[in-house]
């Protein structure tokens, strides 16, 4: 059981079967108590479907389900679950308690590393971070997670990649770095390295792109890019 969604399928069926942690609940109820709907929740078990970030907090904060287990497959399921199901249990020592961890919700949508797309101001998953991570980083509620799109930050950043804005961090720093921006009410993810008082140059990673300088006034900073995250397997 090495994936998020095998484990929340595991999870389900765990919860509608084991009455001493479901009692019993019919797919109606459950999909209720998760923040979602029936079929949805079909789905879930069949191990399809996008995961919501509801779903995945409604097992943590309702049913107890150990975040580290769900994301990483560490530790035991939930609180004395190893003595029912230990074929499913993770190695008990990197099994963190749920209060170690912070959640960051990922926006639905893509941000651009070339032209510029808005993404949703919706969320449809969490990811997990240690807070004592976070907090030499930033306050968390300050921050989103975004996927790329677009190949002009390679090979810096690819398409597909998971980045982490820390909004607190809404000024260009003199050293410059890399920053979610918005230019004529587009967003993209690019290098900016402050050039005069009154002008940024606006940098493209990918050299097919060239550099722009542009007006520190036409320039809104959304945040600044802190952390990234890579699937191997596209």
């Known amino acids: 059981m090495n994936k998020l969604t095998s484990r929340v399928a595991w999870a389900i069926e765990t919860i509608r079967t084991d009455k001493d942690i479901g009692k019993g609940l019919k797919d109606i109820d459950l999909a209720k108590t998760l923040g979602t709907n029936d079929v949805t929740l079909a789905a879930y078990r069949k191990e399809k479907g996008l995961l ?3 779903v995945i907090d409604n097992l943590i904060a309702r049913y107890k389900f150990n975040p580290m287990w769900l994301f990483k497959g560490e ?6 679950a190893r003595a029912k199901y230990k074929d499913v249990c993770g190695p008990e020592y990197p099994c963190n308690p749920p209060e170690a961890f912070v959640f960051v919700r990922q926006m639905t949508g893509s941000i651009s590393a070339g032209g510029g797309l808005v993404p949703e101001d919706t969320a449809d998953l969490c990811v997990a971070f240690r807070k004592d991570w976070m907090r030499r980083k930033g306050n968390p509620d300050r921050m989103s997670l975004i996927k790329i799109d677009g190949d002009s930050m390679e090979p810096t950043l690819l398409s597909g ?3 982490l804005v820390n909004h607190g961090r809404n000024s260009i720093a003199s050293q410059g770095g890399i920053y979610a921006i918005a ?4 967003i993209m993810i690019k290098r900016v ?6 002008k940024l140059l ?4 990918n050299k097919q792109y060239p550099a722009r300088e542009i007006a520190t006034e036409n320039v809104r900073v959304n945040g600044k890019v802190i952390w990234y995250a890579r699937d191997l397997e596209r």
């Open 52 to 54: 919501k970030g509801e």
């Open 75 to 80: 530790g035991e399921p939930f609180p004395g």
């Open 161 to 163: 990649d998971l980045v």
């Open 183 to 186: 230019i004529d009410d587009e």
């Open 193 to 198: 390295q402050p050039i005069f008082p009154d």
């Open 202 to 205: 606006v940098i493209s990673d």
